[in-house]
Protein backbone atom coordinates (compact mmCIF):
# COMPACT_ATOMS: atom_id res chain seq x y z
CA UNK A 1 0.00 0.00 0.00
CA UNK A 2 1.22 3.37 -1.25
CA UNK A 3 2.14 5.43 2.37
CA UNK A 4 3.89 8.13 3.10
CA UNK A 5 4.85 8.70 7.13
CA UNK A 6 6.06 12.08 8.49
CA UNK A 7 8.15 12.45 11.98
CA UNK A 8 7.89 14.12 13.99
CA UNK A 9 4.28 14.77 14.36
CA UNK A 10 4.67 18.15 15.71
CA UNK A 11 8.12 20.29 17.19
CA UNK A 12 8.87 23.12 18.74
CA UNK A 13 12.13 25.41 18.85
CA UNK A 14 13.52 28.59 19.20
CA UNK A 15 13.86 31.22 17.25
CA UNK A 16 17.36 30.75 15.19
CA UNK A 17 17.85 27.11 15.69
CA UNK A 18 17.90 24.46 13.08
CA UNK A 19 16.22 21.60 12.48
CA UNK A 20 15.07 18.44 10.08
CA UNK A 21 12.04 16.99 9.39
CA UNK A 22 11.14 13.51 8.37
CA UNK A 23 9.48 11.51 5.46
CA UNK A 24 9.14 8.28 4.94
CA UNK A 25 7.16 6.31 2.03
CA UNK A 26 6.55 3.32 0.68
CA UNK A 27 5.04 4.49 -2.72
CA UNK A 28 6.25 2.58 -5.45
CA UNK A 29 7.52 3.12 -8.32
CA UNK A 30 8.68 6.43 -7.52
CA UNK A 31 8.30 9.24 -9.83
CA UNK A 32 8.61 12.13 -7.27
CA UNK A 33 8.81 14.23 -3.94
CA UNK A 34 7.22 17.49 -2.70
CA UNK A 35 7.58 19.51 0.30
CA UNK A 36 4.73 21.89 1.04
CA UNK A 37 3.90 24.67 3.84
CA UNK A 38 1.01 25.46 4.97
CA UNK A 39 0.50 28.57 7.37
CA UNK A 40 -2.28 27.82 9.71
CA UNK A 41 -5.38 28.92 7.48
CA UNK A 42 -4.19 29.18 4.35
CA UNK A 43 -3.58 26.86 1.38
CA UNK A 44 -0.29 24.43 0.99
CA UNK A 45 2.53 26.49 -0.88
CA UNK A 46 5.14 24.14 -2.77
CA UNK A 47 8.69 24.91 -1.35
CA UNK A 48 10.30 21.94 -3.73
CA UNK A 49 9.94 19.05 -6.04
CA UNK A 50 12.58 16.22 -6.16
CA UNK A 51 12.33 13.62 -8.80
CA UNK A 52 14.52 10.21 -8.74
CA UNK A 53 17.79 11.41 -9.50
CA UNK A 54 17.98 14.33 -6.92
CA UNK A 55 19.48 13.91 -3.79
CA UNK A 56 19.06 17.63 -2.53
CA UNK A 57 17.24 20.54 -3.58
CA UNK A 58 17.13 23.86 -2.03
CA UNK A 59 15.04 26.92 -1.64
CA UNK A 60 16.33 29.54 0.28
CA UNK A 61 16.91 28.36 4.21
CA UNK A 62 14.67 25.20 3.39
CA UNK A 63 17.30 22.21 2.18
CA UNK A 64 15.22 19.16 0.97
CA UNK A 65 16.88 15.97 0.75
CA UNK A 66 16.06 12.37 -1.20
CA UNK A 67 17.42 8.75 -0.79
CA UNK A 68 15.86 6.82 -3.07
CA UNK A 69 17.17 3.79 -1.88
CA UNK A 70 15.96 3.90 1.58
CA UNK A 71 12.86 5.92 0.67
CA UNK A 72 13.41 8.82 2.80
CA UNK A 73 13.68 12.67 2.66
CA UNK A 74 14.31 15.03 4.86
CA UNK A 75 13.52 18.89 5.17
CA UNK A 76 16.24 20.61 6.86
CA UNK A 77 15.49 24.32 8.23
CA UNK A 78 18.21 26.61 8.65
CA UNK A 79 18.03 29.85 10.83
CA UNK A 80 14.63 29.56 11.75
CA UNK A 81 12.17 32.52 12.17
CA UNK A 82 9.18 32.80 13.52
CA UNK A 83 7.75 32.86 10.27
CA UNK A 84 8.31 29.15 9.31
CA UNK A 85 5.78 28.05 12.36
CA UNK A 86 3.38 26.08 9.90
CA UNK A 87 2.56 22.29 9.18
CA UNK A 88 5.25 21.08 6.57
CA UNK A 89 3.11 18.27 4.36
CA UNK A 90 5.22 15.56 2.36
CA UNK A 91 3.87 14.35 -0.98
CA UNK A 92 4.77 11.39 -3.08
CA UNK A 93 3.52 10.53 -6.33
CA UNK A 94 4.17 7.31 -8.33
CA UNK A 95 5.37 7.38 -11.98
CA UNK A 96 1.91 4.92 -13.28
CA UNK A 97 -0.47 7.15 -11.70
CA UNK A 98 -2.10 10.46 -11.50
CA UNK A 99 -2.29 10.13 -7.54
CA UNK A 100 -0.41 12.47 -5.10
CA UNK A 101 -0.08 10.69 -1.70
CA UNK A 102 -0.55 13.12 1.36
CA UNK A 103 1.63 12.79 4.60
CA UNK A 104 -0.34 13.76 7.41
CA UNK A 105 2.06 17.19 8.36
CA UNK A 106 4.49 17.95 11.02
CA UNK A 107 3.61 21.00 12.44
CA UNK A 108 6.31 23.12 13.88
CA UNK A 109 6.12 26.39 15.78
CA UNK A 110 9.13 28.57 16.35
CA UNK A 111 9.08 31.00 19.16
CA UNK A 112 10.95 33.72 20.53
CA UNK B 1 -0.70 35.82 -12.49
CA UNK B 2 -3.96 35.60 -10.18
CA UNK B 3 -3.72 32.51 -8.08
CA UNK B 4 -6.42 29.95 -7.46
CA UNK B 5 -9.61 31.55 -6.00
CA UNK B 6 -11.58 30.39 -3.38
CA UNK B 7 -15.23 30.75 -1.65
CA UNK B 8 -16.67 31.56 0.46
CA UNK B 9 -13.34 31.26 3.30
CA UNK B 10 -16.17 30.41 5.94
CA UNK B 11 -19.19 28.63 6.56
CA UNK B 12 -20.72 27.63 9.37
CA UNK B 13 -24.13 25.40 8.91
CA UNK B 14 -26.14 22.98 10.57
CA UNK B 15 -26.43 19.20 10.40
CA UNK B 16 -28.75 17.93 7.56
CA UNK B 17 -28.43 21.58 5.48
CA UNK B 18 -26.52 22.27 2.53
CA UNK B 19 -23.54 24.02 1.22
CA UNK B 20 -21.43 24.84 -1.98
CA UNK B 21 -18.22 25.98 -2.36
CA UNK B 22 -17.02 27.49 -5.58
CA UNK B 23 -13.12 27.29 -7.03
CA UNK B 24 -11.80 29.14 -9.62
CA UNK B 25 -8.72 27.70 -10.80
CA UNK B 26 -5.60 29.85 -12.93
CA UNK B 27 -6.44 30.38 -15.95
CA UNK B 28 -5.50 27.46 -18.76
CA UNK B 29 -5.10 25.35 -15.59
CA UNK B 30 -7.25 21.91 -17.35
CA UNK B 31 -6.52 19.79 -13.94
CA UNK B 32 -8.62 20.63 -10.53
CA UNK B 33 -8.69 18.87 -8.01
CA UNK B 34 -11.51 19.24 -4.87
CA UNK B 35 -9.15 18.01 -1.26
CA UNK B 36 -10.77 17.60 2.46
CA UNK B 37 -8.66 18.26 5.16
CA UNK B 38 -9.54 17.59 8.22
CA UNK B 39 -7.84 19.23 11.49
CA UNK B 40 -4.45 17.74 12.06
CA UNK B 41 -4.65 15.76 8.78
CA UNK B 42 -3.19 15.88 5.10
CA UNK B 43 -5.11 16.86 2.53
CA UNK B 44 -7.53 14.23 1.01
CA UNK B 45 -8.33 13.55 -2.87
CA UNK B 46 -12.66 14.54 -3.09
CA UNK B 47 -12.28 14.79 -6.89
CA UNK B 48 -10.07 15.09 -9.77
CA UNK B 49 -11.25 16.88 -13.41
CA UNK B 50 -9.46 17.05 -16.45
CA UNK B 51 -11.04 20.17 -18.01
CA UNK B 52 -14.74 19.14 -17.91
CA UNK B 53 -14.45 15.20 -17.25
CA UNK B 54 -14.47 13.57 -13.87
CA UNK B 55 -10.50 11.82 -13.54
CA UNK B 56 -11.04 10.45 -10.50
CA UNK B 57 -14.03 10.36 -7.87
CA UNK B 58 -13.59 7.92 -6.16
CA UNK B 59 -12.97 8.74 -2.79
CA UNK B 60 -16.26 11.18 -3.14
CA UNK B 61 -18.77 10.36 -1.13
CA UNK B 62 -21.57 10.75 -3.92
CA UNK B 63 -24.51 9.73 -1.31
CA UNK B 64 -24.45 13.68 -0.15
CA UNK B 65 -21.65 15.03 -2.28
CA UNK B 66 -21.36 16.16 -5.73
CA UNK B 67 -18.92 18.36 -8.22
CA UNK B 68 -18.98 19.59 -11.55
CA UNK B 69 -16.71 21.60 -13.93
CA UNK B 70 -19.73 22.09 -16.44
CA UNK B 71 -17.50 24.71 -18.97
CA UNK B 72 -14.37 22.88 -17.40
CA UNK B 73 -13.05 26.38 -16.12
CA UNK B 74 -14.70 27.10 -12.27
CA UNK B 75 -16.14 24.57 -10.29
CA UNK B 76 -18.64 24.00 -7.80
CA UNK B 77 -18.61 21.39 -5.01
CA UNK B 78 -22.25 20.70 -3.06
CA UNK B 79 -22.88 18.83 0.26
CA UNK B 80 -26.34 18.02 1.10
CA UNK B 81 -26.87 16.90 3.75
CA UNK B 82 -23.95 18.17 5.69
CA UNK B 83 -23.50 15.63 8.48
CA UNK B 84 -20.82 16.62 11.30
CA UNK B 85 -17.98 14.80 10.29
CA UNK B 86 -18.09 16.82 7.15
CA UNK B 87 -16.25 20.13 9.41
CA UNK B 88 -13.53 20.42 7.33
CA UNK B 89 -11.38 22.75 5.01
CA UNK B 90 -12.15 21.82 1.07
CA UNK B 91 -9.39 22.76 -0.94
CA UNK B 92 -9.19 23.48 -4.40
CA UNK B 93 -5.84 22.84 -6.95
CA UNK B 94 -5.03 23.25 -10.21
CA UNK B 95 -2.35 22.10 -12.79
CA UNK B 96 -1.11 23.04 -16.02
CA UNK B 97 -0.19 19.49 -16.84
CA UNK B 98 -2.68 16.50 -17.29
CA UNK B 99 -0.72 14.25 -14.78
CA UNK B 100 0.13 16.10 -11.77
CA UNK B 101 2.10 13.01 -10.25
CA UNK B 102 3.71 12.87 -13.78
CA UNK B 103 7.56 12.61 -14.31
CA UNK B 104 8.10 16.60 -15.14
CA UNK B 105 4.49 17.87 -14.22
CA UNK B 106 5.73 20.95 -12.21
CA UNK B 107 3.33 22.70 -9.58
CA UNK B 108 0.20 21.86 -7.86
CA UNK B 109 -1.40 25.13 -6.73
CA UNK B 110 -3.47 25.38 -4.19
CA UNK B 111 -6.44 28.09 -3.33
CA UNK B 112 -6.76 29.34 0.36
CA UNK B 113 -9.42 26.83 1.40
CA UNK B 114 -12.98 27.09 2.67
CA UNK B 115 -13.64 26.04 6.12
CA UNK B 116 -16.79 24.61 6.82
CA UNK B 117 -18.02 24.33 10.45
CA UNK B 118 -21.28 22.00 10.92
CA UNK B 119 -23.23 22.20 13.88
Known amino acids: KNQVEQSPQSLIILEGKNCTLQCNYTVSPFSNLRWYKQDTGRGPVSLTIMTFSENTKSNGRYTATLDADTKQSSLHITASQLSDSASYICVVSARNTDKLIFGTGTRLQVFP | EAGVAQSPRYKIIEKRQSVAFWCNPI?????LYWYQQILGQGPKLLIQFQNNGVVDDSQLPKDRFSAERLKGVDSTLKIQPAKLEDSAVYLC?????????????????FGEGSRLTVL
Open chain 2, 27 to 31: SGHAT
Open chain 2, 93 to 109: ASSARGRAGALGTGELF
